[in-house]
Structure formats: structure tokens, C-alpha cells
């Protein structure tokens, strides 16, 4: 059970009473509870451990319907109101602008009831004619129908991950399989997937077998038996009948086609043959039961699996390699939020999370007081945040240090949401945009420019603003920012939630070209949240950054003389 189908009975439940106007307060507690819980990774865990009772808005009602999800029950609540309400309805107020009193509205008065009807009746302008309705709400609609289409059939980085993980177990659990690992783009750690890849070595007559435990259907292709099912994926399940073939399946079944392309012209040059089902020299197949064994015969080091990409040379033996980043290299994490803001976990669960993940330092940067949308904090009450954890530092000198800071709305021109004299005050500012996307993109360029040129800026935070599969990314000049940054010495943030992976490899890799600093942040508004990490890690990967090139690899010291020179440079830039 995911955070995920707990959050949306909770969201459909709520939607369900506002549609039917009924039982207000609890359509309000279902829906704000399904926020809350969407900010944790893994509802399941936390309500074993007795965690969700402490949360705001977390009641006994939110918990009865928790239980029964995560326990694999029946919700009689939400069964009842499927069961009045359209089912296409639920799908509708996934769109973007369309609320339960809206979708009411279509329902009753033009008696749409599906995503395709809604269609229909926008290319017809039937819209226009209701009330509450109008061109722009109109075009709102079908901006958001477009982006449905665009998006369906892909899927984020994490939900692939975690469906390869559940079914790289349900495989293993197989008495006849002896060897699962993910593949396909999953593995390659792409920002959005279509499908996931397994590679399993399995008894050589258990093709029919897997296929009829999966309920898949069995195919051929260079070779190799797949089957092909669904879960909450496409699932493509390639089979190995040698273990000493595994390492050649894996790798050609983890991609990219330019990678394999390359290998075999490698291979090809060494007068051997790279092919579907062996590394062969003459007639003699190279045994190879793990990836390193292919890269090896051939003379190269490995590559790793988030840098099998076209555009990335192989590395012949004898050549140095660069080590790239790993999870182990970061000791702390810049941009994250409590229950001072929208977070809803305090700063003392917040800083023990860190630690057990190993952190010596953590950035606290709750909203800025333009969003007050989010529980943004004026100048008081950022005052009483620094004070605060200057406390708690105290109080643990040996623990995991709290770092004062702000996420600071970029207004409109590029300056940022509090005077100097209160941003001097804190040990990190990071720049971040919320408001006012629709900007044209030179608008938007000359606003990220100023931004990344104020002194008090350490770091823009999800430069691009992108919510993958949500929102498209500002269609400014990121390289000018980059450019801007270089030159001030801002650092660009990659957003680590999954939702935004902000900045992509491709930008990132600009960024270390221009020498910019790179922060890798959870922008965690939960405990558990922290762990998104491991995806700023994957992606920073793939843009192939080192661990000189990231911020949250600088011990606390180090960190903290970064950030003092940052400080003089914006006294001194006061001063002129």
C-alpha cells in the first residue's frame, strides 16, 4: 500500500460529499487530510508505527478509512458514493481549475459525465453558456484536457521505481526464477518512464510457467522469450536462460540504444560480436553473468547505468574516470520545511530524521510571507524560527545542526520578499519562484537574472518551476541564469521531490561546465520526505556531477565558510 492510494480514498472521499453536498466538515477533514498525507513517502509505515495520530487534521474518521486501505478493506464510505456519482466524474476533477461545485455544474446542466464528453462539449463552447464559466475558464479546460492526453501512458521516476521494486519481489517469490534486477529506463534513472524492465535467470523450461503466474502474455524477440502484463505499469519481463548470459541481457535490456550501439562498434572493432544473446568471440560466447564482465572484454570501465546515454563516451582501461557522486557523499541538505510553514513535521523530528539518514547539517527554509498560501512567515515570526533553533543547537551540540534560512518568494522583478537587514540574519536564503509563471519568457528571464544577482541569494530553488506530468517548465533562458549565477556564484538548487526533479541532467550539466555550485534539496515537507534524496542523487548522477560539485557534500565548517563569504560579498555589495 502506497501514501499514494491512501491519499487519493481520502481525495475521493472528499470530492465524493462536496459533489453530493453532504456531510461538509468531513468532505473538508477527508480532503485536507489527503494533502497532509500526500507529504509523506509511506503512509503504511508511519500509521504502524502510531505516527498519523499526532498530525493536524489526522481524526479518528481519517484514520478509520486509513486503516481499512492499508489493512486491503473495503471502505464502505467510498463505496457508497462511487456509487451515486459517475465514475468519469472522478477523473474530471483531476483536471486542473475544475472543482466538485464545477463538475456539478457540467453534470447537471450539459449532462457530461465522462473526460470524453467534457471534451465534446469544450470543442462545441457549450461551456460558455453556464454560469461560473466563462472563455478563460473555457480555455483553462482545455489546456487541462490537452495535458491529460499528453501525459497518459507516462509515468514519474518514482512510480516506476517503486512498481519495479514490487514486482522485482513478486518475481523473486517464484520458485522457478533465480535472478531478478531492474532494467529499462527505470534503471537509467529517467525522469519520466513508460514502462519497467526486469531481467530474470529462471529454469530453462520456465518461460510458460512465468507467464502463467504473471497472466501475461509470452512473446519472442532476438531470441529471448518476454512477458508482457500489467500492473500499475506496463511490465515487460525479459528472460535469461544462462546465468553466464545475465550480465549481456541486463545491459542491453537497461539501454540506451546509443550505449549498446556503442558497445557493439567496440566490439566490432575487436573483431567480436555484441549480440542479443552473448558476447562472442568466433563461435566461443564470452561468459558474462555480470555487466562488469561485458565492459571488461572489451577493454572499458564500466559505465554507470544513469550515464548509458549516447552522448556519453566509453572509458577504455587505462583512462582515468571521474568518480561520480553517491548517496554516501552527502552530509546534509539544504530548503526544508516544518510545521512552522506548510511542513508538518516540527524542527526537532525534522533534525533526528536527518541524522539517522546519516546528515550532520540540515537547512530549515519555510516559506516567505508573500505565500501566504502555505503559512508563509513575516519578519516576527522568522525571528522566533532563529531563535528557536539557536536552542536547539545548543541544547545538542554534537547532533545534527540546524542551519536558520528562508525560502524566499523571487517577486515579480527578481527581488526577493524581505528587506536586507532581515535576510542578513539568516545562514541561507534560497530564491524561489510561486507566483506569476504566465510572465513572457524574456519577462521571466530578466526576473531569474535579477533574482540570481541579489546579494542576500545563496541559491534558486526550483529554477524552472516544472511539476512533471503537471506543469511545464517556464520557458525562459536558464542558461542566462546559469550565466548569472556564475558570475554572482548563486547556486542553482536541484529539487529533489520527485514531482519536480528541477533542475534536469541537461542543465545540470551546463551548471557544472559554468562552475556553479549545484544544492541537491528534499524541499522535504515531512520527515520521511528526506529521503527523496536518493532521486537528486540519480539525476545529479545522470548530469554526471562529482562531489566537488554539490554543495551538500561541504562538511559543516566547510558549509558555513561557503555561506560567510556569501555574507561578505552581500555587505560588501550594501556598501558600495
Given at each position: 500500500?502506497?501514501?499514494?492510494?491512501?491519499?487519493?480514498?481520502?481525495?475521493?472521499l472528499?470530492?465524493?460529499?462536496d459533489?453530493?453536498?453532504?456531510?461538509?466538515?468531513?468532505?473538508r477533514?477527508?480532503?485536507?487530510?489527503?494533502?497532509t498525507?500526500?507529504?509523506?513517502?509511506?503512509?503504511?509505515?508511519?500509521?504502524?508505527?502510531?505516527?498519523?495520530?499526532?498530525l493536524?487534521?489526522?481524526?479518528?474518521?481519517?484514520?478509520?478509512?486509513?486503516?481499512?486501505v492499508v489493512?486491503?478493506?473495503?471502505?464502505?464510505?467510498?463505496?457508497?458514493?462511487?456509487?451515486?456519482?459517475?465514475?468519469?466524474?472522478?477523473?474530471?476533477?483531476?483536471?486542473?481549475?475544475?472543482g466538485?461545485?464545477?463538475?456539478?455544474?457540467?453534470?447537471d446542466?450539459?449532462?457530461?459525465?465522462?473526460?470524453?464528453?467534457?471534451?465534446?462539449?469544450?470543442?462545441?463552447?457549450?461551456?460558455?453558456?453556464?454560469?461560473?464559466?466563462?472563455?478563460?475558464?473555457?480555455?483553462?479546460?482545455?489546456?487541462?484536457?490537452?495535458?491529460?492526453?499528453?501525459?497518459?501512458?507516462?509515468?514519474r521516476?518514482?512510480?516506476?521505481?517503486?512498481a519495479?521494486e514490487?514486482?522485482?519481489?513478486?518475481?523473486?517469490?517464484?520458485?522457478?526464477?533465480?535472478?531478478?534486477a531492474?532494467?529499462?529506463?527505470?534503471?537509467?534513472?529517467?525522469?519520466?518512464?513508460?514502462d519497467?524492465?526486469?531481467?530474470v535467470?529462471?529454469?530453462?523450461?520456465?518461460?510458460?510457467?512465468?507467464?502463467?503466474?504473471l497472466?501475461?502474455?509470452?512473446?519472442?524477440?532476438d531470441?529471448?522469450?518476454?512477458?508482457v502484463?500489467?500492473?500499475?505499469?506496463?511490465?515487460?519481463?525479459?528472460t535469461?536462460?544462462?546465468?553466464?548470459?545475465?550480465?549481456?541481457?541486463?545491459?542491453?535490456?537497461?539501454?540506451?540504444?546509443?550505449?549498446?550501439?556503442?558497445l557493439?562498434?567496440?566490439?566490432?572493432?575487436?573483431?567480436?560480436?555484441?549480440?542479443?544473446?552473448?558476447?562472442?568471440?568466433?563461435?566461443?560466447?564470452?561468459?558474462?553473468?555480470?555487466?562488469?564482465?561485458?565492459?571488461?572484454?572489451?577493454?572499458?570501465?564500466?559505465?554507470?547505468?544513469?550515464r548509458?546515454?549516447?552522448?556519453?563516451?566509453?572509458?577504455?582501461?587505462g583512462?582515468?574516470?571521474?568518480?561520480?557522486?553517491?548517496?554516501?557523499?552527502?552530509r546534509g541538505?539544504?530548503h526544508?520545511?516544518?510545521?512552522?510553514?506548510?511542513?508538518?513535521?516540527?524542527l526537532?523530528?525534522?533534525?533526528?530524521?536527518?541524522?539517522?539518514?546519516?546528515?550532520?547539517?540540515?537547512?530549515?527554509?519555510?516559506?516567505?510571507?508573500?505565500?501566504?498560501?502555505?503559512?508563509?512567515?513575516?519578519?516576527?515570526?522568522?525571528?522566533?524560527?532563529?531563535?528557536?533553533?539557536?536552542?536547539?543547537?545548543?541544547?545538542?551540540?554534537?547532533?545534527?545542526?540546524?542551519?536558520?534560512?528562508?525560502?524566499?518568494?523571487?517577486l515579480?522583478?527578481?527581488?526577493?520578499?524581505?528587506p536586507a537587514?532581515?535576510?542578513?540574519?539568516?545562514?541561507?536564503?534560497?530564491?524561489?519562484?510561486?507566483?506569476?509563471?504566465?510572465q513572457?519568457?524574456?519577462?521571466?528571464t530578466?526576473?531569474?537574472?535579477?533574482?540570481?544577482?541579489?546579494?542576500?541569494?545563496?541559491?534558486?530553488?526550483?529554477?524552472?518551476?516544472?511539476?512533471?506530468?503537471g506543469?511545464?517548465?517556464?520557458?525562459?533562458?536558464?542558461?542566462?541564469?546559469?550565466?548569472?549565477c556564475?558570475a554572482?556564484?548563486?547556486?542553482?538548487?536541484?529539487?529533489?521531490?520527485?514531482?519536480?526533479?528541477?533542475?534536469?541532467?541537461r542543465?545540470?550539466?551546463?551548471?557544472?561546465?559554468?562552475g556553479?555550485?549545484?544544492?541537491?534539496?528534499?524541499?522535504?515537507h515531512?520527515?520521511?520526505?528526506l529521503?527523496?534524496?536518493?532521486?537528486?542523487?540519480t539525476?545529479?548522477?545522470?548530469?554526471?556531477?562529482?562531489?566537488?560539485?554539490?554543495?551538500?557534500?561541504?562538511?559543516?565548517?566547510?558549509l558555513r565558510?561557503?555561506?560567510?563569504?556569501?555574507k561578505?560579498?552581500?555587505?560588501?555589495?550594501?556598501?558600495?
Amino acid at each position: 500500500m502506497t501514501e499514494r492510494s491512501v491519499a487519493e480514498v481520502l481525495k475521493r472521499l472528499g470530492f465524493g460529499y462536496d459533489f453530493l453536498g453532504e456531510h461538509p466538515m468531513r468532505a473538508r477533514a477527508f480532503s485536507n487530510a489527503a494533502r497532509t498525507l500526500k507529504k509523506l513517502p509511506d503512509v503504511a509505515t508511519a500509521f504502524a508505527a502510531g505516527e498519523l495520530d499526532a498530525l493536524p487534521g489526522i481524526g479518528p474518521g481519517v484514520l478509520d478509512v486509513v486503516a481499512r486501505v492499508v489493512r486491503g478493506e473495503a471502505v464502505p464510505a467510498l463505496d457508497d458514493v462511487e456509487a451515486r456519482i459517475p465514475p468519469g466524474l472522478f477523473d474530471i476533477a483531476q483536471l486542473k481549475g475544475l472543482g466538485p461545485k464545477k463538475v456539478r455544474t457540467l453534470h447537471d446542466d450539459l449532462g457530461v459525465s465522462t473526460v470524453a464528453e467534457l471534451e465534446y462539449a469544450v470543442n462545441e463552447n457549450r461551456l460558455l453558456a453556464l454560469s461560473g464559466f466563462g472563455p478563460k475558464t473555457q480555455e483553462g479546460v482545455a489546456a487541462a484536457l490537452a495535458a491529460l492526453r499528453a501525459r497518459a501512458g507516462r509515468y514519474r521516476l518514482d512510480q516506476g521505481l517503486a512498481a519495479a521494486e514490487r514486482e522485482a519481489e513478486r518475481l523473486r517469490a517464484l520458485p522457478f526464477v533465480h535472478r531478478v534486477a531492474v532494467a529499462g529506463d527505470v534503471r537509467r534513472g529517467l525522469e519520466i518512464v513508460e514502462d519497467v524492465v526486469l531481467v530474470v535467470h529462471l529454469d530453462p523450461d520456465g518461460e510458460p510457467a512465468l507467464a502463467a503466474a504473471l497472466g501475461g502474455a509470452r512473446g519472442e524477440a532476438d531470441g529471448l522469450y518476454h512477458v508482457v502484463y500489467a500492473a500499475e505499469l506496463p511490465v515487460r519481463v525479459v528472460t535469461c536462460p544462462w546465468e553466464d548470459l545475465f550480465g549481456v541481457v541486463l545491459l542491453r535490456a537497461t539501454g540506451s540504444p546509443g550505449h549498446v550501439a556503442a558497445l557493439e562498434a567496440r566490439a566490432a572493432d575487436a573483431g567480436a560480436i555484441f549480440g542479443p544473446v552473448g558476447l562472442y568471440r568466433g563461435s566461443e560466447r564470452v561468459p558474462c553473468p555480470d555487466e562488469g564482465d561485458v565492459y571488461a572484454a572489451l577493454g572499458l570501465h564500466p559505465t554507470a547505468p544513469e550515464r548509458r546515454e549516447e552522448e556519453v563516451p566509453l572509458v577504455a582501461l587505462g583512462q582515468s574516470r571521474p568518480r561520480l557522486l553517491r548517496r554516501r557523499d552527502l552530509r546534509g541538505a539544504l530548503h526544508n520545511h516544518t510545521t512552522a510553514s506548510d511542513g508538518i513535521h516540527g524542527l526537532g523530528v525534522m533534525r533526528d530524521a536527518a541524522k539517522a539518514l546519516g546528515l550532520g547539517w540540515l537547512g530549515i527554509s519555510e516559506h516567505s510571507q508573500s505565500a501566504a498560501y502555505a503559512g508563509g512567515l513575516d519578519a516576527a515570526a522568522l525571528g522566533r524560527q532563529i531563535e528557536e533553533i539557536a536552542r536547539l543547537n545548543a541544547a545538542a551540540p554534537d547532533g545534527c545542526a540546524l542551519l536558520t534560512g528562508v525560502e524566499s518568494d523571487i517577486l515579480r522583478d527578481g527581488e526577493l520578499d524581505y528587506p536586507a537587514a532581515v535576510l542578513a540574519q539568516l545562514d541561507v536564503v534560497v530564491a524561489s519562484v510561486h507566483t506569476r509563471f504566465r510572465q513572457t519568457p524574456d519577462e521571466m528571464t530578466v526576473r531569474m537574472v535579477n533574482a540570481a544577482s541579489q546579494p542576500y541569494a545563496d541559491v534558486i530553488g526550483h529554477p524552472t518551476g516544472r511539476l512533471l506530468l503537471g506543469r511545464a517548465a517556464s520557458p525562459y533562458d536558464v542558461e542566462a541564469l546559469l550565466d548569472a549565477c556564475a558570475a554572482s556564484g548563486c547556486a542553482v538548487e536541484l529539487n529533489a521531490n520527485p514531482q519536480r526533479l528541477d533542475l534536469d541532467a541537461r542543465h545540470l550539466a551546463m551548471a557544472k561546465e559554468r562552475g556553479v555550485k549545484v544544492s541537491i534539496a528534499a524541499d522535504a515537507h515531512s520527515a520521511p520526505a528526506l529521503a527523496h534524496l536518493d532521486f537528486g542523487v540519480t539525476v545529479a548522477r545522470r548530469a554526471g556531477l562529482l562531489p566537488e560539485d554539490v554543495l551538500n557534500c561541504l562538511e559543516l565548517a566547510e558549509l558555513r565558510a561557503w555561506l560567510a563569504a556569501r555574507k561578505a560579498r552581500a555587505r560588501g555589495h550594501a556598501g558600495a
